[in-house]
């Protein structure tokens, strides 16, 4: 797989019920972000994990991040139907650059 | 919360067209991006900007695009000629300090007919 791949590709949950979106990496990394994006506006960022880090949470948002097996995964919790959209993780590419490197993203919906 | 601004939100231009997008970044970062996202495809770095200065360029930004600060708030990026495959949504982002979270801007969809 390529630099931040999301899986599952397409998920789709009823209101109330939690959300696990998984991403994967290749190279070492400093950090990496979550971002969401509802269909065809901006990208919204919802977490920054570092690479020193394991858990982080933020209101109902909950990221891992497993260096040794180069994962990240993002829990959504008692999910709501304004929780559709695509969300997305971006690493950068430890040694020095700034780019972010995108998946192709999880597209959530959330049936109410 | 400061947020980054781009404008305009939708731009139509003619294939061969100059086209300028511009980006207020938020008031006390330094680093600038660009980012493109192909309608259905991944969002793609362009180009990183510091003190003046392109700090690293992808395959993509070839000599037809450039970007400028040319005052204390603004960040433009220029693309020469374009061409249908340029149509895509440009983003700009802005972080500070350096390899720290991106904030993204709504985005300028760009349709190059």
């Known amino acids: 797989s390529q630099q931040g791949e999301e899986d599952p590709q397409a998920l789709s949950i009823q209101e109330g019920e939690n959300a696990t979106m998984n991403c994967s990496y290749k190279?070492?990394?400093?950090?990496l972000q979550w971002y969401r994006q509802n269909s065809g506006r901006g990208l919204v960022h919802l977490i920054l994990?570092?690479?020193?880090?394991r858990e982080k949470h933020s209101g109902r948002l909950r990221v891992t991040l497993d260096t040794s097996k180069k994962s990240s995964s993002l829990l959504i919790t008692a999910s709501r139907a304004a929780d559709t959209a695509s969300y997305f993780c971006a690493t950068d590419v430890q040694g020095g650059s700034e780019k972010l490197v995108f998946g192709k993203g999880t597209k959530l919906t959330v049936n109410p | 919360e400061p947020e980054v601004t781009q404008t305009p939100s939708h731009q139509v231009t003619q294939m061969g067209q100059e086209v300028i997008l511009r980006c207020v970044p938020i008031s006390n970062h330094l680093y600038f991006y660009w980012y493109r996202q192909i309608l259905g495809q991944k969002v793609e770095f362009l180009v990183s900007f510091y003190n003046n200065e392109i700090s690293e360029k992808s395959e993509i930004f070839d000599d037809q695009f450039s970007v400028e600060r040319p005052d204390g708030s603004n960040f433009t990026l220029k693309i020469r000629s374009t061409k249908l495959e340029d149509s895509a949504m440009y983003f700009c982002?802005?972080?500070?300090?350096?390899?720290?979270?991106?904030?993204f801007g709504p985005g300028t969809r760009l349709t190059v007919l």
């Open positions: 994990i570092r690479s020193n880090e």
């Open positions: 190279t070492s990394i400093n950090n």
């Open positions: 982002a802005s972080s500070e300090p350096r390899l720290d979270t991106q904030y």
